[in-house]
């Protein structure tokens, strides 16, 4: 049963549209991650919070933003969606060095 | 800063046989090392995690992962392949007090019948 959700799983959408990816935990977790994730490629890490009203970029530039204003929900935003966003975006929370726990990503097609 | 270099990208093995997944680490402290397996449209599932406790470390699904500082590597072992093991397997690190993780490129698994 997954503690991690995310949501869409999939989406399609059209060049230049404001799209919101959205993920929320219910574990608790102080720490949530972003993480872009190409085929054969590694994970990218773009964002992450070590908790409410604490934002940092990751490892890849990326022109999306994200919030933290509530501990268990951490959305990213595309103000204008490219092609060259698309990707499978992954989300996940830590508490501690436990590791993490991934959400089910989603999928996005910029057409 | 740390980084992690997993060897092959594809290891294909029979039901039964060894699965061993190679992976090396580059860090300037002590790290943190992590196996993570991907199946198909879902998101990543820890398998093990070392974290400076006992350098063999036994995980889900009958995997483990022996730490060794002399070769800076954490490879994955299973002594007896099933077929739900086809996936995509990725390791990881931090270190200790950055909770960030690095991950390799990841390695795709099958098994043959």
């Known amino acids: 049963e997954a503690d991690i959700y995310q949501t869409p799983r999939y989406l399609v959408i059209g060049t230049g549209k404001k799209i919101t990816l959205e993920c929320s935990q219910t574990m608790g977790h102080d720490k949530m991650y972003w993480y872009q994730q190409d085929p054969g490629m590694e994970l990218h890490l773009i964002h992450y919070?070590?908790?409410?009203?604490?934002?940092e970029k990751g490892d890849l530039s990326s022109e999306s933003t994200v919030s933290r204003i509530r501990t268990e929900h951490f959305p990213l935003t595309l103000e204008s969606a490219r092609p060259s966003h698309t990707s499978q975006y992954l989300c996940a929370s830590s508490l501690g060095a436990n590791g993490y726990t991934f959400g089910s990503g989603t999928r996005l097609t910029v057409v | 800063a740390q980084s992690v270099t997993q060897l092959g990208s594809h290891v294909s093995v029979s039901e039964g046989a060894l699965v061993l997944l190679r992976c090396n680490y580059s860090?300037?402290?002590?790290?943190?090392l992590f196996w993570y397996v991907q199946y198909p449209n879902q998101g990543l599932q820890l398998l093990l995690k070392y974290t400076s406790a006992a350098t063999l470390v036994k995980g889900i699904n009958g995997f483990e992962a022996e730490f060794k500082k002399s070769e800076t590597s954490f490879h994955l072992t299973k002594p007896s392949a099933h077929m739900s093991d086809a996936a995509e397997y990725f390791c990881?690190?931090?270190?200790?007090?950055?909770?960030?993780?690095?991950f390799g490129a990841g390695t795709t698994v099958t098994v043959r019948a």
């Open positions: 990881a690190v931090s270190a200790p007090g950055d909770y960030k993780l690095s």
């Open positions: 919070s070590y908790g409410v009203n604490s934002t």
């Open positions: 860090s300037s402290v002590p790290p943190y």
